[in-house]
């Protein structure tokens, strides 16, 4: 009945807005290690244990289960000794192998079965009358060993032959970051469609007029924004630059001496007794914001976010600095990095850019992040009422839309605030990849109250998306596990694209559902 409706409801709707356009397939750096792990008290982390019982419910998870955390670091050790570490591996090979290590537990096939499957181990006899076969093949030239060209040609064929069979199946073409953020236009990927080229004229066209339509701008914006006009389009709807073209450089100029004159005037007082704690909490979250790219590793970039959201965080006293916010300054300063880099942001050395040039991203990403918690401060400020009540009007949202998820959660226990607390707190941040989490506010910036009221909707359906997954999963230990580590990490612009479309329905459909979430 509900994918009955969904048809019905495209078929009928000719207003709305955006359109889904393909996306080449990307790989992307694993889920954030910081995600914390739990293990029944009686269980040791190690691979001949995964048959435990599992709890079926969140009381008797709670009894049986210890944090992660203490568990001892030997233990840990015990837990990656049985395997070669990851770090060790090859990229190639530490995701193909994780991908063979799924299809297996997927197929239920056993470490036993494997181990039955592979040749029996050759006997020193063996081995002795194969040296001797492989030494008549060589020729000793100059006092070295040189195969023969018959066994060169076997193992040229035997290459080719590999070769051919990877190149038979399907392969996600690995993009740079910022090449696979919005467009395939850069960095290796393919060209701009017509189609394409014809959108990023119509930006041009728009960001040149005198006074620029914002309405129109947001229009266009919805299906996501070129990357070469991005950064300019971001600060203008973000509420940052004026839509008067000629009073933006006066504007850009006067609010950048600004931020560094609240570095002047706040940032030495970190050190002072009444600010410490809450510098030394910046100071601790900021090398765990995406730890797996390398940009944000830099100490340059770094230091750029500790003082962001220092000052940011004493001239709001009202809520202050609260985990999660370190998150929020990431797409921002991607976005406003990307106009002046044209190859891999990712790994992109920031210290090679000119000090002004840095100086200058760093104070738009200051503003417009401070435009967006403008409008979500009840998010951060004491017991943050903004996000209980967002979970709140998730979990009524979901009973209307999908009965069945609805009550699946409530037969096993499983609270909203356990999972979606992240996702209200962090804007999907931590399940979605960095790609993703931009063309997403491509649309957010575009629709109105985006950040505050349409990601509501975005939760529901990102929920609804894995509906199936969701009902298989018959305890509550399983459901909590699954719902903190979607699998999103190939998603690129089609899946965030139909994500968007299906926020957009619920939205059109559902808008007076939570009535205490619209006061």
């Given at each position: 009945?509900?994918?009955?409706?969904?048809?019905?409801?495209?078929?009928?709707?000719?207003?709305?807005?955006?359109?889904?356009?393909?996306?080449?397939?990307?790989?992307?750096?694993?889920?954030?290690?910081?995600?914390?792990?739990?293990?029944?008290?009686?269980?040791?982390?190690?691979?001949?244990?995964l048959k435990s019982k599992k709890a079926s419910?969140?009381?008797?998870?709670?009894?049986?289960?210890?944090?992660?955390?203490?568990?001892?670091?030997?233990?840990?050790?015990?837990?990656?000794?049985?395997?070669?570490?990851?770090?060790?591996?090859?990229?190639?090979?530490?995701?193909?192998?994780?991908?063979?290590?799924?299809?297996?537990?997927?197929?239920?096939?056993?470490?036993?079965?494997?181990?039955?499957?592979?040749?029996?181990?050759?006997?020193?006899?063996?081995?002795?009358?194969?040296?001797?076969?492989?030494?008549?093949?060589?020729?000793?030239?100059?006092?070295?060993?040189v195969k023969s060209s018959s066994d060169a040609?076997?193992?040229?064929?035997?290459?080719?032959?590999?070769?051919?069979?990877?190149?038979?199946?399907?392969?996600?073409?690995?993009?740079?970051?910022?090449?696979?953020?919005?467009?395939?236009?850069?960095?290796?990927?393919?060209?701009?469609?017509?189609?394409?080229?014809?959108?990023?004229?119509?930006?041009?066209?728009?960001?040149?007029?005198?006074?620029?339509?914002?309405?129109?701008?947001?229009?266009?914006?919805?299906?996501?924004?070129?990357?070469?006009?991005?950064?300019?389009?971001?600060?203008?709807?973000?509420?940052?630059?004026?839509?008067?073209?000629?009073?933006?450089?006066?504007?850009?100029?006067?609010?950048?001496?600004?931020?560094?004159?609240?570095?002047?005037?706040?940032?030495?007082?970190?050190?002072?007794?009444?600010?410490?704690?809450?510098?030394?909490?910046?100071?601790?979250?900021?090398?765990?914001?995406?730890?797996?790219?390398?940009?944000?590793?830099?100490?340059?970039?770094?230091?750029?976010?500790?003082?962001?959201?220092?000052?940011?965080?004493?001239?709001?006293?009202?809520?202050?600095?609260?985990?999660?916010?370190?998150?929020?300054?990431?797409?921002?300063?991607?976005?406003?990095?990307?106009?002046?880099?044209?190859?891999?942001?990712?790994?992109?050395?920031?210290?090679?850019?000119?000090?002004?040039?840095?100086?200058?991203?760093?104070?738009?990403?200051?503003?417009?992040?401070?435009?967006?918690?403008?409008?979500?401060?009840?998010?951060?400020?004491?017991?943050?009422?903004?996000?209980?009540?967002?979970?709140?009007?998730?979990?009524?949202?979901?009973?209307?839309?999908?009965?069945?998820?609805?009550?699946?959660?409530?037969?096993?226990?499983?609270?909203?605030?356990?999972?979606?607390?992240?996702?209200?707190?962090?804007?999907?941040?931590?399940?979605?990849?960095?790609?993703?989490?931009?063309?997403?506010?491509?649309?957010?910036?575009?629709?109105a109250e985006g950040f505050s009221h349409f990601?509501?909707?975005?939760?529901?359906?990102?929920?609804?998306?894995?509906?199936?997954?969701?009902?298989?999963?018959?305890?509550?230990?399983?459901?909590?596990?699954?719902?903190?580590?979607?699998?999103?990490?190939?998603?690129?612009?089609?899946?965030?694209?139909?994500?968007?479309?299906?926020?957009?329905?619920?939205?059109?459909?559902?808008?007076?559902?939570?009535?205490?979430?619209?006061?």
């Amino acid at each position: 009945m509900a994918t009955e409706n969904r048809i019905n409801f495209w078929r009928r709707n000719a207003k709305v807005p955006g359109s889904v356009q393909p996306v080449y397939g990307a790989q992307h750096p694993p889920l954030d290690p910081r995600l914390r792990r739990t293990y029944p008290k009686d269980i040791k982390p190690k691979f001949n244990n995964l048959k435990s019982k599992k709890a079926s419910s969140f009381h008797e998870f709670a009894r049986s289960t210890n944090d992660a955390w203490d568990i001892d670091d030997e233990e840990d050790e015990d837990f990656l000794g049985t395997h070669a570490p990851i770090s060790s591996l090859p990229s190639g090979l530490h995701s193909t192998s994780m991908q063979n290590q799924q299809q297996q537990n997927q197929a239920g096939v056993t470490e036993t079965e494997v181990s039955h499957r592979l040749p029996a181990p050759r006997t020193e006899a063996q081995n002795l009358q194969d040296a001797q076969e492989e030494d008549t093949d060589c020729e000793h030239v100059n006092g070295k060993v040189v195969k023969s060209s018959s066994d060169a040609h076997l193992n040229a064929s035997s290459v080719r032959s590999t070769l051919q069979k990877q190149h038979t199946l399907p392969v996600r073409p690995i993009i740079p970051l910022v090449a696979r953020i919005s467009d395939q236009n850069a960095s290796g990927a393919p060209p701009m469609t017509v189609r394409e080229k014809s959108r990023l004229d119509k930006f041009k066209q728009l960001l040149a007029n005198p006074n620029t339509d914002l309405e129109e701008l947001r229009k266009h914006s919805w299906s996501g924004i070129p990357r070469e006009v991005r950064p300019i389009t971001w600060r203008l709807l973000s509420g940052y630059l004026p839509a008067n073209k000629e009073r933006r450089e006066l504007v850009l100029k006067r609010k950048r001496e600004e931020y560094f004159g609240f570095i002047e005037q706040y940032y030495h007082s970190r050190t002072d007794e009444h600010y410490k704690d809450t510098y030394r909490q910046i100071h601790i979250d900021i090398p765990r914001t995406n730890p797996l790219i390398p940009l944000f590793q830099q100490p340059v970039v770094q230091e750029v976010f500790e003082r962001i959201l220092f000052i940011w965080a004493i001239r709001h006293p009202a809520s202050g600095y609260v985990q999660g916010i370190n998150d929020l300054v990431t797409p921002f300063f991607v976005v406003f990095l990307s106009e002046f880099v044209t190859e891999d942001v990712e790994n992109f050395d920031v210290a090679a850019l000119p000090l002004d040039t840095q100086r200058n991203i760093e104070a738009d990403s200051f503003w417009c992040m401070s435009k967006l918690l403008d409008g979500i401060q009840d998010n951060y400020t004491f017991a943050q009422p903004g996000i209980q009540n967002k979970v709140k009007a998730l979990e009524e949202l979901v009973s209307r839309i999908d009965e069945d998820i609805h009550n699946h959660f409530k037969k096993y226990e499983v609270e909203y605030l356990q999972f979606a607390f992240r996702w209200m707190n962090n804007l999907l941040m931590r399940e979605l990849p960095l790609r993703c989490t931009i063309r997403l506010w491509d649309t957010y910036q575009a629709e109105a109250e985006g950040f505050s009221h349409f990601h509501l909707y975005v939760c529901a359906a990102f929920l609804i998306e894995w509906r199936k997954e969701i009902l298989s999963m018959v305890d509550f230990q399983g459901l909590l596990m699954l719902l903190q580590n979607l699998p999103t990490i190939h998603w690129g612009n089609e899946e965030v694209g139909l994500l968007l479309a299906e926020a957009y329905r619920l939205k059109y459909m559902f808008a007076d559902a939570p009535s205490h979430y619209k006061r």
